[in-house]
């Protein structure tokens, strides 16, 4: 096949954004002249707003079909990359236009531009400030993030990685709640600096290596144990801020509180991906050595977020930070699954990421979706949601069942594999990540009963809407999926299979020269 | 020796550039309309741009022998060549901004123009100087020019202020220069310099550096960091930055950094290319005091020319450290990042004065206060400047940084590398304050837009080519690399 198709899930909606972005330009320079027909720009401002929200659906909608054939030409039965496209671009360092995705990163793109359309049908009405530029922001970012899942240079990988946190930061300084400034910035140079360290480290791969700055070179680069080490720790500077592992997790509570929704959704459902996808490219294969050197530091870190951080979901009283300190959690799953080193943790490890991206961005949605109507976040203005939105409700409480790990749906199958993973290397590992089945449902639960149960709380709640056409159609999608995934996950276990194995094989041979 | 042994076409560029300024300032002399000033300008530019093109008509193929003229005081490779380029385009960049800006401040002489054009043929021989004369010479010439471009606002206290600051410090550090090339001459009894290169080849295989030599470079790194502004030496950078008027700080901040360059190269990469060992230190440590402190103190500072002025300084830094590599990859990259830096800040001031308006500079952080919604397409430009200031991709000066860094880690200086790189995010932060300052925060004053804006429409097209330009190149940034990379080859 010689469609570029990769090439065309990244640049169709990066240069969508920008036509969109020209769109909805509506106000000039010259906006002293304006005054006099202020009516008449409102309407005009109105229409090119319906304008941008339609290309916008139109371009993510177009983007999503298309990366169907990524999962129905996908080969699972190789490890190999595929769809790969290749491109000189700056020969003085040797840095190439390559692309291609395996079993690992084709799921993360689906998952990618699948919650694109989720959120800019999630943005339609909400959104009525600067729609064109919101509209863009997104589009833009979705192409870059498939540019990150599907880069196999590491400059253009790390390019792609840094571009994305332009549109997030605008997103969140732009549409975000009160506190947003202070929150945008500490999630941007947070990621800046772990990124940094990792450039060096790419940096100084490109120098080991020859001169070449494949990915997959790196891959089979022989290297001595203490490069090695630094090497990780560069790495995971960049990739535990991102997932985030505690101790640096403290940006993501606050970066998710005062996000706008689309925002959160994104970031929770895609951006965290990042961190694992890079653990899962980077990391492991690249210094495996020191990757099983430090173990047990990483089990350790993964044992506290999925632990302390789930006791600290407990305590909020922001459903917003719950939801957001309930993601480090599982997040710790994914990281536990990546350093145990067995096909079993690996597989959990990815299948995690995607369920956590439906359930976290449809827990977001859910707190979007009370958010426009009653303006708080506070667990305590709530209390019997269910009387006036049965619909929702139903909702809330499958997707927050979810949450907590129940059997039936995608957050069972992760995490009941991370937990065998960890069985076949510590009883007591599982022990201590089993318990946060408990501590997820503990909040979890707590949470939908003092938000959806009980009695009605107030006047506001009582006269609360139920969700709409639009609002169920995002909701039901992403419904489906967490059964689907949670009652079958056979389709998905299948592409990622061999390039697991793979991954295992990999890792498990020594590197050292 | 004949006249035509002296070669002179070499140096066309520069005896055009010359002649010009004289002519400008003979019409300015016979014209008496009221408007001269503005012709002026735009005979100015069209002079930079005439010597801009017999550069190019003239641009000696990268593999080919370099040509001397007078004497071998003056080389015509294709590195100087390169820059030639460069400052003429970023001169009449600077030019183009100021136009209208001059005029309303009341600065517009025809004199303002032609200092200009002496200043940038000034520079222009530096780029080609091949003896400490003719460098001498160049940077004398630029730099006077300067001085007296700095006092050009005469009715303006801090103007005043900062150009006998300038001037005062600009001739220390000349003196002191002079001292180190005046240490260096009776070394090696040589001013040309392959010849001192030459003269040295002994010197640096010793096992000691004769302790003569080594004061005559600690000298010559002096003078160099205080021409660059450099921190322990940055002290009057700040002040001249912001006392002079827009107009000219966007000229100063340009081409005469491409200028230092060439000094830099010049003097260290070529005549003490076989002493890196000596100045190798002294570098990495002005570089990273450099970056420090730029990046540490601009987050203090509430005036923009100013924090652009610490970030100059931190730039320089930037700047150091592919020189302090000591090898060609890291000169290439250093050349890289100085064409890259200027471009960026040429553009950053110059949306300083796309911005001043009659009664008011625009020149307060607080000034930019919700400029997304008031001027959304001069705000889109500011913010592309800013990222790439602060080197985030996709921009150009993500590159640039990419350049450095590269060449730092290739020359085994690793942990350098990560210190600049952790300095590079406290210096993200003063340029994310600019586009939290213009996007996030509601406009505080409107009253400020009531009065017209200054700058005309060549300058707000030329805003626009000039920020964008940074983001466009991106396809074609391997072959700007391959080409820095070829003339240095060429040249060191």
Not at chain 1, 67 to 82: I, R, W
Not at chain 1, 186 to 202: C, D, H, I, Q, R
Not at chain 1, 224 to 244: E, H
Not at chain 1, 448 to 455: E, L, N, W
């Amino acid at each position: 096949m010689n469609t570029p198709l990769l090439s065309i899930l990244i640049w169709l909606p990066i240069i969508g954004g920008v036509l969109v972005l020209g769109v909805g330009d509506a106000r000039g320079d010259n906006n002293g002249n304006g005054d006099g027909n202020g009516n008449g720009d409102g309407n005009n401002n109105g229409a090119r707003a319906a304008l941008a929200r339609k290309l916008a659906l139109g371009l993510s909608s177009a983007v999503l079909l298309l990366s169907v054939p990524l999962y129905t030409q996908f080969d699972a039965g190789s490890a190999a990359m595929q769809f790969t496209e290749h491109a000189r671009w700056i020969d003085a360092f040797n840095i190439h236009y390559a692309l291609g995705v395996d079993g690992i990163s084709m799921p993360l793109i689906l998952l990618t531009t699948l919650l694109t359309v989720v959120v800019v049908v999630a943005g339609w009405q909400v959104i009525t400030e600067r729609v064109a530029q919101y509209m863009a922001a997104f589009l833009i970012m979705e192409g870059l993030m498939v540019g990150v899942f599907s880069a196999l240079d590491a400059v253009l990988f790390y390019l792609f990685w840094e571009a994305m946190l332009i549109p997030m930061f605008l997103i969140i300084g732009i549409w975000g709640g009160p506190n947003r400034i202070y929150a945008t910035i500490k999630f941007f140079l947070y990621t800046l600096l772990g990124s940094l360290l990792m450039l060096v480290a790419l940096l100084y791969l490109y120098h080991a290596s020859g001169g070449s700055f494949s990915i997959l070179d790196y891959h089979r680069l022989p290297l001595a144990l203490t490069p090695q080490i630094f090497i990780f720790l560069a790495f995971f500077a960049a990739f535990a801020v991102k997932v985030p592992m505690f101790p640096v997790h403290t940006w993501l509570p606050d970066a998710h509180v005062e996000a706008p929704t689309g925002g959160s959704v994104i970031l929770a459902a895609v951006m965290l991906k990042m961190g694992g996808y890079g653990f899962m490219r980077f990391n492991l294969p690249v210094t495996p050595d020191a990757s099983r050197e430090l173990a047990w530091l990483m089990i350790t870190l993964s044992l506290i977020a999925v632990v302390y951080i789930a006791l600290v979901a407990l305590a909020q009283r922001d459903m917003k930070k719950l939801i957001a300190y309930s993601s480090i959690s599982h997040m710790g799953f994914v990281t536990l699954g990546l350093f145990l080193f067995n096909a079993h943790g690996f597989e959990g490890a990815l299948l995690q990421m995607i369920s956590h991206g439906f359930i976290s961005g449809a827990l977001f949605l859910c707190v979007g979706v009370l958010y426009d109507r009653m303006h708080s976040r506070q667990l305590a203005d709530y209390g019997g949601v269910a009387t006036p939105m049965p619909v929702f409700a139903a909702f809330m409480v499958l997707f927050a069942l979810a949450n907590a790990g129940l059997p039936g749906t995608s957050g069972f199958v992760g995490e009941l594999l991370v937990i065998l993973g960890a069985f076949q290397v510590n009883a007591w590992i599982a022990a201590a990540a089993a318990l946060t089945l408990i501590f997820g449902a503990a909040y979890t639960l707590w949470m939908v009963k003092r938000v959806v149960y009980g009695a009605v709380a107030s006047d506001k709640v009582a006269a609360l809407t139920d969700v709409n056409r639009r609002e169920i159609l995002f909701l039901a999608v992403l419904a489906a999926l967490v059964l689907l995934v949670g009652v079958w996950p056979a389709p998905l276990l299948e592409v990622m299979h061999a390039t697991l194995e793979h991954l295992a094989q990999h890792t498990a041979a020594s590197k050292l020269p | 020796m004949t006249f035509a042994s002296l070669k002179v076409a070499a140096a066309l560029p520069e005896i055009f550039l010359a002649v010009a300024a004289c002519a400008i300032l003979l019409f300015s002399a016979i014209n008496s309309s009221d408007n001269r000033a503005g012709r002026a300008c735009w005979f100015a530019v069209a002079a930079l741009l005439i010597t801009a093109l017999l550069v190019i008509a003239g641009f000696p193929a990268v593999d080919a022998a370099a040509t001397t003229a007078f004497n071998a005081m003056f080389i015509g490779d294709a590195l100087s060549a390169l820059m030639k380029v460069g400052m003429c385009l970023l001169c009449a960049a600077a030019f183009l901004y100021g136009r209208e800006y001059n005029r309303a401040r009341g600065i517009a002489t025809c004199e303002y123009y032609v200092l200009g054009l002496f200043s940038a043929a000034g520079m222009l021989v530096m780029a080609s100087a091949n003896h400490l004369l003719t460098l001498y010479l160049g940077l004398e010439l630029m730099s006077l020019c300067l001085y007296a471009l700095v006092a050009s606002a005469r009715e303006n206290k801090l103007a005043s202020e900062a150009a006998m600051k300038y001037f005062v410090l600009g001739a220390l550090a000349s003196s002191i220069l002079l001292y180190g090339m005046s240490l260096l001459y009776g070394l090696t009894g040589a001013l040309e310099l392959p010849a001192i290169r030459a003269a040295l080849v002994s010197a640096a295989d010793a096992d000691a550096v004769d302790p003569a030599l080594a004061l005559a470079v600690v000298f010559i790194v002096v003078a160099l960091a205080f021409k660059l502004g450099a921190a322990p030496f940055h002290m009057w950078l700040p002040d001249v930055y912001h006392g002079a008027p827009t107009s000219t700080t966007a000229f100063l901040s340009a081409a005469p950094k491409i200028a230092a360059f060439a000094v830099v190269l010049r003097l260290l990469a070529d005549g003490l290319g076989d002493l890196t060992g000596v100045w190798q230190s002294m570098l990495i440590i002005l570089a990273l005091l450099s970056v420090a402190v730029g990046n540490f103190i601009a987050i203090a500072q509430h005036n923009l020319k100013r924090m652009l002025a610490y970030s100059a300084v931190s730039h320089m830094g930037f700047f150091l450290f592919g020189i302090a590599a000591g090898n060609a990859a890291g000169y290439s990259a250093s050349l890289f990042y100085v064409l890259i830096y200027a471009v960026m800040s040429v553009g950053a001031f110059g949306a300083v004065l796309c911005l001043a308006r009659d009664g008011s500079e625009f020149e307060r952080l607080d000034d930019l206060r919700g400029l997304s919604k008031r001027q959304p397409r001069i705000a889109l430009l500011i913010l592309i400047l800013m990222l790439s200031m602060a080197g985030i991709p996709p921009t150009a000066g993500f590159f640039a940084k990419l350049a450095v860094i590269q060449a730092l880690v290739g020359a085994g200086l690793v942990w350098v590398a990560v210190a600049a790189v952790l300095l590079a995010v406290v210096g993200a932060f003063y340029y994310l304050r600019v586009i939290k300052l213009m996007y996030f925060d509601a406009p505080a004053d409107d009253a400020m837009d009531l009065a017209p804006a200054i700058a005309d429409r060549p300058a707000h097209v030329l805003l626009a080519f000039n920020a964008l330009i940074i983001i466009a190149i991106l396809p074609w940034i391997g072959a700007l690399i391959a080409l820095c990379n070829a003339v240095i080859a060429a040249a060191v």
